[in-house]
């Protein structure tokens, strides 16, 4: 069990740096899985089986698929790759120093005391008593979070039209089209109703004129003479 | 089971170095968005490595953070749809000048 940790942790850095380093951001995507995968044969070598199963299932399920949806939706193409390409030197250099230097930090604290070997793990029934009993609240805000996170998702992913015609209604037409001559976008509306009531005059009327010549034509019955 | 916390917590520290090295680097918005995912994981993965010596509270804990990372990642996308729809690029850097 020791060394599947080890070569599951080993595989997930691997997998996370070249997650960091494609070009392209589907094979970004599929190293990602990767990653999340080997984290979870981590944790259920660690003995947090609850937690391993909720890994595959949520990460590398759930929010993968989003990721996926949301590539597919934008339809990258080649451009997007060499875009991607371009920027190579300073900004590597600089950011690599900058992670180096806190993950040596990291690591030395870690070797300086590396703390208790890791316990024989828990069932998830313990863990849904401690979510039901003193982390209650916890799990209560963690609802909302959910809920503000699906209505501020909601409201962003709304394509624009609609939202165009939300704030149409929200600014009061009726007003707009009594006094034409109040904004511009007032008077511009109130213009293009006009000419589509004078549009539709015109066809009515074109229409009324010709049933009158065939009133005229066919007689004093002309609807049910007219289709013969 | 003779795996030191330590070890789980270096593992943790390299995949948290890494994401961050992802998102000061990459300019593709989605990309620094899963760079922030492999952060938040090794945030979890460290949660769960220090409290699995006294009892179950590190795995709540991984639970509260997979729900944080699902709402982030959700508003996180829709936002990444918004830039694609008004800038027509995912590079961030198109988004960083202000208006007023």
Same mark, same amino acid.
């Given at each position: 069990?020791?060394?599947? &940790?080890? !070569?599951? *942790?080993?595989? @997930? %850095?691997?997998?996370? /740096?070249? +997650?960091?380093?494609?070009?392209?951001?589907?094979?970004?995507?599929? &190293?990602? !899985?990767? *990653?999340?995968? @080997? %984290?979870?044969?981590? /944790?259920? +070598?660690?003995?947090?089986?609850?937690?391993?199963?909720?890994?595959?299932?949520?990460?590398?399920?759930?929010?993968? %698929?989003?990721?996926?949806?949301?590539?597919?939706?934008?339809?990258?193409?080649?451009?997007?790759?060499?875009?991607?390409?371009?920027?190579?030197s300073p900004a590597w250099l600089a950011a690599g120093v900058l992670s180096a230097v806190l993950l040596a930090e990291l690591i030395y604290v870690m070797v300086a005391n590396p703390g208790p070997p890791v316990g024989p793990g828990n069932d998830p029934r313990e863990v849904a008593k401690l979510l039901y009993g003193p982390y209650v609240l916890a799990v209560e805000l963690a609802s909302l979070l959910l809920l503000s996170g699906l209505v501020g998702a909601y409201h962003l992913g709304r394509p624009e039209q609609s939202r165009a015609g939300t704030a149409r209604r929200l600014d009061g037409s009726p007003a707009d089209s009594s006094s034409g001559s109040a904004r511009p976008t007032g008077l511009g509306r109130a213009e293009r109703k006009t000419q589509l009531g004078a549009v539709v005059a015109e066809s009515s009327g074109h229409d009324s004129a010709a049933i009158g010549g065939s009133n005229a034509g066919s007689g004093p019955v002309p609807t049910q003479e007219e289709p013969s | 089971m003779n795996i030191p916390a330590g070890h789980v917590m270096i593992v943790a520290a390299v995949l948290l170095a890494t994401g961050l090295f992802g998102v000061i680097v990459r300019r593709n918005i989605v990309l620094v968005l899963m760079s922030l995912e492999i952060m938040l994981n090794a945030?979890?993965?460290?949660?769960?490595?220090?409290?699995?010596?006294?009892?179950?509270?590190?795995?709540?804990?991984?639970?509260?953070?997979?729900?944080?990372?699902a709402a982030e990642v959700s508003v996180g996308l829709a936002l990444v749809l918004q830039l694609y729809r008004r800038f027509k690029t995912l590079d961030v850097s198109a988004a960083a000048s202000m208006k007023g």
């Open positions: 069990m020791t060394s599947v &940790f080890y !070569i599951s *942790s080993g595989i @997930a %850095v691997l997998a996370t /740096l070249l +997650v960091v380093t494609r070009t392209n951001i589907v094979h970004a995507l599929l &190293f990602l !899985i990767v *990653s999340l995968l @080997a %984290v979870a044969v981590d /944790l259920f +070598v660690l003995g947090a089986q609850l937690a391993a199963a909720l890994e595959v299932i949520i990460y590398a399920g759930a929010i993968m %698929v989003l990721f996926i949806f949301v590539i597919m939706m934008m339809n990258l193409g080649k451009a997007e790759q060499e875009a991607n390409r371009h920027r190579r | 945030a979890a993965l460290a949660f769960v490595a220090g409290g699995s010596a006294r009892g179950a509270d590190g795995q709540v804990m991984f639970l509260l953070i997979l729900t944080l990372a």
